[in-house]
């Protein structure tokens, strides 16, 4: 599958959320007693706002697809959104429309989440963002967002567009009996090792992948620490994550799929997509939440 040949604008449409991020604890909590983070921040967050904030930063015309409410914690967070560099047109203004709340627990080198859904996914500017004569690519950053819009592919398709869906994991979705059905047509798959095994019922990577090739033309299937694979074009490769400092690993999956399909979008070898990736992905774990590293080289 080659990429689009239209302007290369990425519509990324999905949830935003206000992340609450808690580092520094000594475990995860246990019912019935008190732990204290060392560090707190709130930021931002959602697969669709942190992939388009990633893919802004590198020069991509990228414009968030999403509803926004106009509560005080949306209020709190939208001078942090506009400082993304975010094309922000298609931005839904509801008072009922978030943001989607997470508290978000690092320990180490893993984390654990605890969100509050947050209102219907379908923004109304949907149709009007699709047929924006700049659009090349729909992300999707939630297979959540897919589930209530089923006709988000199509829709896509019909104007031209290429897709990717990232399936971030929900308890209640990602073993959907329906969930290659509801997926037929994208483009590009992004999963990570969890979601690859839920999906395919092995806990091999490989194995993993070869499953996944059978529903999806490209697929980049993220092994945290161990780098991640890529089959493309009839190409399977493996590259390794560097060996760097992780501070927080929120969003570092969004961050790579970013780098994926900026480059991606430009006709780039496999190999040259995945070692994008790896790089994007890498360079977010080293910041706290899913931007924290574009502000830290802004």
Not at 233 to 262: K, R, W, Y
Request: glycine share 10%; with cysteine; charged share 15%.
């Amino acid at each position: 599958m080659t990429s689009s040949t239209k302007a290369g604008a990425v519509l990324s449409l999905g949830r935003i959320y206000c992340d609450m991020v808690f580092r520094g604890l000594s475990g995860m909590p246990q019912l019935g007693r008190e732990l204290f983070a060392s560090d707190f921040t709130m930021t931002p967050g959602g697969g669709a706002l942190i992939t388009a904030a990633h893919l802004a930063a590198s020069g991509r015309p990228s414009a968030l697809l999403a509803r926004f409410g106009t509560d005080a914690l949306s209020v709190a967070l939208a001078g942090q959104i506009e400082a993304l560099g975010l094309d922000l047109q298609f931005l839904d203004r509801q008072d009922s429309a978030g943001p989607q709340l997470t508290v978000v627990m690092v320990n180490d080198n893993d984390r654990a989440f605890l969100s509050l859904r947050a209102g219907h996914a379908r923004p109304s500017s949907f149709e009007r963002a699709l047929a924006w004569p700049e659009a090349a690519h729909l992300h999707i950053a939630e297979y959540a967002t897919l589930h209530e819009m089923r006709d988000a592919i199509s829709a896509a398709k019909a104007n031209g567009l290429t897709v990717s869906l990232d399936p971030s994991w929900d308890d209640d979705l990602i073993r959907d009996p329906l969930f290659f059905e509801r997926s037929a047509g994208v483009d590009v798959f992004l999963p990570n090792q969890e979601e690859a095994y839920a999906l395919t019922g092995t806990d091999d990577p490989r194995a993993a992948l070869a499953v996944l090739t059978r529903h999806f033309p490209v697929v980049a299937l993220k092994c945290g620490g161990d780098g991640a694979l890529l089959a493309m074009n009839d190409t399977v490769i493996a590259l390794p994550s560097p060996q760097v400092e992780v501070i927080d690993t929120t969003g570092a999956g969004d961050a790579f799929n970013a780098g994926f399909l900026n480059v991606w979008l430009e006709g780039a070898s496999p190999a040259e997509c995945l070692s994008a990736a790896i790089t994007a992905g890498s360079r977010s774990v080293q910041a706290s939440g899913g931007t924290g590293s574009l502000a830290a080289t802004a």
